[in-house]
């Protein structure tokens, strides 16, 4: 079988493991698989763990300066947001092998959840470009949010341990006490429209929050566009009725779910509050301005079955 054009071109690789993550097995036989697939592109592998954001992305900038080919991140949404921030604007590929309690990115493109499954598609990936976003400078690629799902990750973040339970009960438990606020957002230039009391107000670059949950299932990575998806407090019980649409990719279908397409989004809100960003808490004002920048980013993609290159 031929190699794919990726396989032919990664050479040298840096692979950044998260020890905090769920690899579900020892690093000895995750680097077993990677040995097994990787080698048989004769790439040369180099391993570093990678304990927090800082020192992810110091070491994302060694790799780069020492002429790495691809990244491939063992991590969840979080840590393949600091590494893969790093790479944006730069030919370094970034490779996801999943390891986090969501993994949106690795949901979107098809990357196997199994970490030897997803290892071994990587090995024949191919190198894709995709858009990225950023609000007030700060890259995403999957998703921003800055109503009740923003402060979902707040009170998530506080949990000792990961999963879809604990952030089920950290979203009934948030509900109880979320302030709403008005949201006054304009598209490209145009003029701004007030939404009242959004309880849910996302901005989607891929398709999943992560866990299989489908905010914007038309949403595509390298079309130059994002998805704005609102919904108003008053329509939360029949959303929570609906809720099943969120996991088979039919949310956008009901009426109560406001979907605008945009490539500049300007926020005005009365109170600052903080954002999620992939998954992860981050600080903001009042105003915020999201712009995308098209193909920013290569990551490795699965081939389709079939596809040989």
């Not at 969501?102 to 199994?114: D, K, V």
């Amino acid at each position: 079988m031929r190699l794919s054009s990726s396989a032919a071109d990664v050479r040298k690789v840096r692979v950044l493991v998260n020890p905090k993550s769920g690899l579900g097995m020892s690093f000895d036989d995750f680097w077993k698989n990677v040995e097994r697939h990787w080698g048989g592109i004769q790439a040369d592998v180099t391993y570093q763990f990678s304990t927090d954001i800082a020192d992810g992305r110091r070491k994302t900038e060694r790799a780069i300066d020492d002429g790495v080919d691809a990244i491939l991140v063992a991590g969840g949404d979080g840590m393949v947001n600091s590494i893969g921030s790093v790479l944006v604007g730069t030919s370094v590929a970034l490779g996801v092998v999943p390891t986090g309690s969501g993994n949106g990115f690795a949901r979107h493109f098809g990357i196997p959840l199994e970490i030897p499954a997803a290892i071994r598609a990587l090995a024949t990936a191919r190198r894709k470009p995709i858009d990225v976003g950023f609000a007030n400078g700060r890259p995403f690629f999957v998703t921003c949010s800055l109503a009740w799902d923003a402060a979902i990750a707040r009170r998530f973040a506080a949990f000792p341990f990961r999963g879809i339970a604990p952030y089920v009960f950290a979203a009934a438990a948030e509900l109880m006490t979320y302030a709403d606020q008005p949201i006054h957002a304009a598209l490209d230039g145009g003029p701004a429209r007030v939404y009242p009391n959004p309880i849910l107000f996302t901005v989607a670059n891929l398709t999943q929050y992560g866990g299989g949950a489908q905010i914007a299932p038309k949403a595509r990575a390298d079309d130059g566009l994002m998805e704005m998806v609102v919904a108003l407090r008053p329509d939360l019980p029949l959303l929570l009725m609906n809720i099943v649409r969120l996991f088979n990719g039919t949310i956008d279908q009901l009426p109560q779910i406001a979907t605008r397409r945009f490539r500049k989004l300007q926020i005005h809100r009365p109170k600052p509050t903080a954002i999620q960003l992939d998954g992860e808490l981050v600080e903001a004002g009042r105003d915020i301005t999201i712009t995308l920048h098209p193909r920013a980013l290569t990551v490795l993609v699965p081939r389709p079955p079939g596809d040989d290159g």
